[in-house]
C-alpha cells in the first residue's frame, strides 16, 4: 500500500536518527602517568616521551614527569625536550640544582652557550649541592662556558677547585691549557697545530692546581724550551713562580708584556705587585698600560683606581672605579675600592653607599 504524500513529507522533515558510535572517553592524567612509568620501566623511552608530555599537558606543574621527562630526553639526544622540562622543575623548585645543571648540559648540547653559563652560574650560586657526578659535570662545563665568554681566570678558578676535589682529568687538562692560552675554544675546536701546547699547558697548570709546584716548575721549563715566544705561558708561569720566588715570578710576567705589551692579564698583576710592594707609580704606570689594553675589561680600572688612591688621586680614582663597577656592578671589590676613594674625597654617603653593596655582594658569594 502506497503512503499518502503528506505522510512521506512529514517523514521527511523528521529522518529517523542513526545509532551514535560510542566515543573513547579521553585518558586521564593518572592513567597516562601510570603508563607513562610502565613504558620508562620497560625502556620503551620513546613511548615514555610521549606518553609524559601527554600527562604534562593535563598536569604541568608535575615535578615528578617533569624530571622523569628531561633526563630521559637527555639520554635520547632530545635536548630541546631536556631544556623545556628542566627549565620548567627550575621555575617550581629554583633551588634544586641538579635541575638547574641538567638544564645547563642540554643547553651546551645545543651550543646554546649563553643560557647554559646563565645556569652553570646560578648552580655555583647553590653551591653546587648535588651528587658528586652531576657537581663534576657542572663545573668542568661551567669552565667551559666561562672559557667561550673569555672569562678565562674565573674559568681557572672554577677548574682549580674541581681539580682539588677530584683528581685532574684529560678532559680538564685540555680545559686549563684553552684558559691558561687565553683561547676562545671547546676542547673539539683545538686546531690540530696547537693540541701539544694546548695539553702541555693544561698539564703544567693542573700540577700546580694540585700543588705539585716540582713537577709544575719542570713542565713549565720543558714548555718555554719548546715554546719560548709564547706569552700566555710566560705569564703563566710567571704567576706560579711568584709564590715561590716573587722575583723570578716577577721578571717572567715581565717576558709576558715584552711579547705582548697587550697583555692585560700581565700589566694588571704588575700593577697589583707594584702596589703592593709599596711603589704606587709604577702601579699606575701599569694600571694605564692596563686600561689602554684593556678598556673594557673591569680589572684594569681597579687596579688603576687603587694606584691612584696610592698616588693620592682619589677623584681621579673614583672616576676609573665608577667605571669598573658600571662594567661589572656584582664585583664585590671594585665596590669596596670605590668605596675608598669616596672616602678619601669626603662623600661619606656614597662611602656608605658602597660599602654596603660590597657586604652584600659579599653575603651573596658566601652563600
Not at 95 to 100: E, F, I, K, N, Q
Not at 318 to 342: G, I
Amino acid at each position: 500500500m502506497q503512503l499518502p504524500a503528506w505522510v512521506l513529507a512529514i517523514s521527511a522533515l523528521f529522518p529517523v536518527s542513526q545509532p551514535v558510535a560510542a566515543q573513547t572517553p579521553a585518558p586521564t592524567f593518572s592513567s597516562l602517568a601510570q603508563q607513562a612509568q610502565t613504558a620508562r620501566d620497560a625502556h620503551q623511552l620513546e613511548k615514555a616521551v610521549e606518553l609524559y608530555k601527554k600527562a604534562l599537558k593535563l598536569k604541568p606543574n608535575w615535578e615528578e614527569g617533569l624530571g622523569n621527562l628531561g633526563s630521559i630526553a637527555y639520554d635520547l639526544d632530545q635536548y630541546k625536550d631536556c631544556v623545556w622540562a628542566f627549565n620548567k622543575l627550575s621555575e617550581s623548585q629554583p633551588d634544586a640544582t641538579p635541575a638547574w645543571t641538567m638544564a645547563g648540559l642540554c643547553e651546551y648540547k645545543l651550543r646554546n652557550y649563553g643560557s647554559a653559563l646563565d645556569d652553570f652560574t646560578q648552580v655555583e650560586k647553590l653551591g653546587f649541592k648535588e651528587n658528586a657526578e652531576l657537581a663534576r659535570a657542572a663545573r668542568l662545563h661551567y669552565a667551559l662556558m666561562l672559557i667561550k665568554a673569555a672569562r678565562f681566570e674565573k674559568a681557572i678558578a672554577v677548574l682549580t677547585d674541581l681539580t682539588r676535589i677530584d683528581k685532574k682529568t684529560p678532559e680538564i687538562i685540555a680545559a686549563a691549557g684553552i684558559a691558561g692560552l687565553r683561547r676562545l675554544w671547546l676542547p673539539p675546536e683545538v686546531p690540530e697545530s696547537e693540541r701539544d701546547l694546548v695539553y702541555r699547558t693544561g698539564d703544567a697548570m693542573t700540577s700546580a692546581m694540585e700543588l705539585n709546584y716540582k713537577e709544575a716548575n719542570q713542565k713549565f721549563e720543558e714548555l718555554l724550551k719548546a715554546y719560548p715566544s709564547e706569552p700566555n705561558v710566560h705569564f703563566r708561569y710567571g704567576a706560579l713562580l711568584y709564590i715561590q720566588d716573587a722575583d723570578r715570578g716577577i721578571d717572567e710576567i715581565k717576558e709576558a708584556v715584552a711579547l705582548a705589551p697587550d697583555h692585560v692579564p700581565a700589566l694588571v698583576s704588575l700593577s697589583a705587585i707594584s702596589l703592593k710592594r709599596g711603589d704606587p707609580k709604577a702601579a699606575e704606570a701599569y694600571g694605564e698600560q692596563a686600561v689602554k689594553a684593556g678598556p673594557a675589561d673591569f680589572s684594569t680600572h681597579v687596579v688603576l683606581g687603587r694606584a691612584l688612591i696610592a698616588c693620592d688621586d682619589p677623584a681621579h680614582a673614583a672616576t676609573e672605579l665608577q667605571q669598573a663597577v658600571k662594567l661589572a656592578p656584582n664585583e664585590p671589590d671594585a665596590h669596596f675600592s670605590l668605596a675608598t676613594a669616596y672616602t678619601r674625597l669626603g662623600k661619606k654617603d656614597e662611602a656608605a653607599r658602597e660599602r654596603d653593596e660590597f657586604k652584600r655582594l659579599q653575603h651573596i658569594g658566601g652563600n
